[in-house]
């Protein structure tokens, strides 16, 4: 016969405790509604995954339409975990929204540096900002971020950025000046953006999943849509890491253009 009991369940959270997990479902419930919608233009086709670590994320993305309908997308990973890197996700939508939508790619990452830095939080915010108009020209600016990938439909050399810049946030003087650059895009040609929790996913040895590996995820499924792009890049750093919880903030952001000029 099993025995049963019948003692009272221990409250394992104080009150306290209580408090801050209420604090922080608040906190995400915010981020949430904070986030952008997918904002559609007609020559390009856009696959996001966005997986926080925790409750709350430190990854950040945002979208900048102009009346030109040139579309600028950012991509930001913010230093840190918890509530005070969620926090620092806030500023920057903020900041975003003081942008001027036609400003270049290298000011606007300027001036986000400066508004960021005059805050003196303590903590920063690596970054890619990069605007594509309907005529298939890509503009990019790296703020110590990943650099931004570019995938030629013709199967020729894939494509990345050398000029990184400093993360947002620790100095108003650039030390390392933003500079923008640029690709023309063909029809078919795909850009992939992401946080590092990707690369650094780590398998039950220690080992990161790395660039290499994921440049040669691409190269095998190159040739699928943006969504099983994703897919594929997605699972194959799950099976990298034996299926072990990624330790941070994941944001992958893969966009295909066409020319609808033509």
């Known amino acids: 016969m099993e025995s049963m009991d019948n003692s009272p369940q221990q409250n394992i959270f104080s009150s306290d405790e209580k408090a801050y997990l209420n604090d922080l479902k608040l906190a995400a419930d915010f981020q949430k509604t904070v986030l952008p919608e997918i904002v559609d233009v007609d020559y390009l086709d856009i696959a996001l995954m966005y997986e926080p670590y925790d409750v709350v994320s430190g990854d950040v993305y945002d979208f900048i339409l102009n009346r030109e309908k040139e579309l600028a997308i950012f991509i930001g990973d913010a230093t840190g975990h918890g509530i005070s890197a969620a926090l620092m996700t806030m500023m920057v939508h903020i900041a975003i929204d003081s942008l001027t939508p036609n400003l270049a790619t290298d000011k606007s990452i300027r001036k986000l540096n400066q508004l960021i830095s005059s805050r003196n939080t303590g903590r920063s915010v690596t970054s890619a900002l990069f605007r594509i108009k309907p005529d298939g020209l890509l503009k990019v600016t790296h703020a110590g971020h990943p650099s931004l990938i570019v995938v030629p439909a013709d199967n020729s050399q894939i494509v990345t950025f050398k000029q990184a810049g400093c993360p947002l946030g ?88 066409k020319n609808v000029l033509i």
């Open 170 to 257: 620790l100095f108003i003087e650039e030390p390392v000046q933003y500079i923008e650059e640029t690709y023309q895009l063909m029809s078919g040609d795909k850009i992939i953006a992401y946080t590092d929790g990707l690369v650094e996913w780590r398998n039950n040895e220690k080992e990161s999943y790395g660039l290499d590996r994921l440049l040669d995820s691409i190269k095998i499924n190159r040739a699928a849509d943006c969504r099983k792009l994703m897919t594929a890049i997605y699972d194959d750093v799950v099976l990298f890491s034996n299926q072990k919880r990624n330790s941070d903030d994941l944001t992958i952001l893969i966009s295909e253009y």
